[in-house]
């Protein structure tokens, strides 16, 4: 090969090693560079939280950060470092029955669920203590108005016992668990039946929006169309809440989102009167829903909680006129078409939104 041929293929070669370093170094020095986040996510970390971790988080899951118990755990307020806020830790009691499927169920169904007002779960942690003993928690945000519950019947101790729920007020609650049941039982791939809708797993933000919470009872059916045989969920190992449980539970008819309907009836009228369904003036041939269903709609001030109708120092114009009255009968009507007997006769949760958005507008005109 001549030296001229040589020295145009050393020139061409040359050439392409130029090109090729250019757009390297073009490439690199135009890049943006990747986003750090300002702060670690829990959401980041999920399942990789430890035992240590949280109990610095909850001072050694001190009985003064303690906030609440629950059929298979206790609840704890805590804290972390670069996490904006408080959290609330709950903690799964391992020796109790059930406790470790619990809390398999609501990491499944948490985990692959987000709506504004359904509890956010932040991470789950399966460890072991100091002991050497499984623990297994749940990290949440925290509700920094407690539960329904303690709103409701002025629990002794509660934060927010200062409050008292107005009519308008608990028109937005039944709403929010509305919006998040409607959510729960009309996905397209996979169905989440709760299976213990209650006050106590009705949560309170700042802003007093309410956050349906407790998954460890829920089950997930595979397509929201229509449930073949091999879906259906057989109710006899589900251990809900007396006096939430519908009818068919009890007589071992399988899991369904109507049965989640019947607890949210029962929600409703323990809300308009400020009675549990296991109150003592409950017997054999008398229930909450047939109370209600009674005084509909002549006698319903007979039976409404009257802190909902009462004026207030903040608001002196609450008072029982016609129209209040009205929106009474509304939403004890609705509680009452949630919580019937058979699962055919009770409302959708789609017509429950426009009746509860119906009274909303009759209460702000």
Known sequence: ????????????????????LAFITVHFLTRKPKKLPSSPSLQNRS??????????????????????KGSFGSVYRGSLLNFEG????????????????????????????????????????????????????????????????NVLHNNE????????LILSKRVDIALDVAHALDYLHHDEDQVVVHCDIKPSNVLLDEDMVAHLGDFGLARLIHGSKEHSSKDQIDSSTIKGTIGYLPPE????????????????????????????PTDN??????????????????????????SMVMPTVEDQTWIVENNIKE?????????????????AQRMLTKHVILKLLEIKQKLSS
Do not use: Q
Request: proline share 3%; hydrophobic share 40%.
């Open 1 to 20: 090969m001549s030296l001229k041929k040589k020295l145009i293929i050393i020139s061409v070669i040359g050439g392409v090693l130029v090109s090729f």
């Open 47 to 68: 399942f990789s939280m430890t035992y240590g971790d949280l109990h610095e988080a909850t001072n050694g899951f001190s009985s003064s950060n303690l906030v609440g």
């Open 86 to 149: 408080p959290i609330a830790v709950k903690v799964l009691n391992l020796e109790k029955r059930g406790a470790a499927k619990s809390f398999v169920a609501e990491c499944n169904a948490l985990g692959k669920i987000k709506h504004r007002d359904l509890v956010k779960i932040l991470t789950c942690c399966s460890s072991v203590d100091y002991k050497g003993e499984d623990f297994k928690a749940i990290v949440f945000e925290f509700m920094p108005e407690g539960s329904l519950e």
């Open 157 to 164: 101790g509660s934060e927010n016992e200062k409050h008292s």
């Open 249 to 276: 539970y009890g007589a071992g008819g399988p899991v369904t989102p109507e049965g989640d309907i019947y607890s949210y009836g029962i929600l409703l009228l323990e809300m308009l009167t400020g009675k549990r």
């Open 281 to 306: 003036m409950f017997y054999e041939n008398l229930s909450l829903h047939k109370l209600c269903k009674m005084k509909i709609p002549e006698e319903i001030l007979d039976i409404v909680d009257s």
């Open 327 to 343: 929106c009474l009968v509304m939403f004890a009507t609705i509680g009452v078409a949630c919580s019937e007997e058979f699962p």
